[in-house]
C-alpha cells in the first residue's frame, strides 16, 4: 500500500489492474478522442520521453496538446496493442498506431490520404494509479517516408 496524492492509502495495483488501465488510456481515450480519460489514467504531472534525444514533455495536458494537434491531421489515427507486458511498478506496450493523413497538413506534408503503420514500443511507470513516466521508441522515419516526406 502507498500514500496516494491526497494522503490517502492506496493499494497497489495488480498486473491486470496495470494492463486494463493501459488499455482504457488508448483505446477509451487515445484512439477516441476522448481526452477526459486522461484525467483518470494520468498523473498530473505525467512525464513522457520519445525520440533520441529523450527530451521530456511534462505534463497532462501537454500530452492532450500533442495528441490534440496529431488527430487534426490524422482524424482516423488509432493503436493497436500487440502486448502489455507487467514487471513491478512497469509496463511495457508493444503496439501499431495507425492513421491516414486527410486532415490538416501535417509537419510540411500535405494531406493526400497517404496511410501509415507505426510501430513501436513503451514503458510506462505507474504511481497512485495512474501512469506517471514513460519512455518510448517508434519508428518515425518509415512514418515519414510513409508520408510520403522522404524516398526510399
Known amino acids: 500500500m502507498r500514500a496516494g496524492v491526497d494522503g490517502a492509502t492506496l493499494p497497489a495495483m495488480t498486473p491486470d489492474e496495470m494492463r486494463e488501465l493501459v488499455r482504457h488510456h488508448i483505446e477509451d481515450g487515445f484512439n477516441r478522442g476522448d481526452w477526459t480519460v486522461c484525467e483518470h489514467t494520468l498523473a498530473g504531472d505525467y512525464t513522457a520521453r520519445y525520440g533520441a534525444d529523450g527530451r521530456a514533455n511534462v505534463g497532462r495536458d501537454h500530452y492532450v496538446t500533442v495528441c490534440t494537434f496529431l488527430r487534426r491531421s490524422f ?20 503496439y501499431v498506431e495507425r492513421g491516414t493523413l486527410t486532415g490538416a497538413p501535417f509537419l510540411g506534408i500535405e494531406p493526400a490520404g497517404q496511410a501509415y503503420a507505426k510501430p513501436g514500443t513503451t514503458l510506462y511507470r505507474v504511481a497512485d494509479r495512474r501512469l506517471a513516466e514513460s519512455w518510448g521508441v517508434e519508428d518515425t522515419l518509415g512514418w515519414f517516408r510513409q508520408l510520403g516526406k522522404y524516398a526510399d
Open 75 to 94: 482524424p482516423d489515427v488509432a493503436i493497436t496493442i500487440e502486448d502489455l507486458v507487467v514487471e513491478g511498478d512497469r509496463i511495457v506496450n508493444r
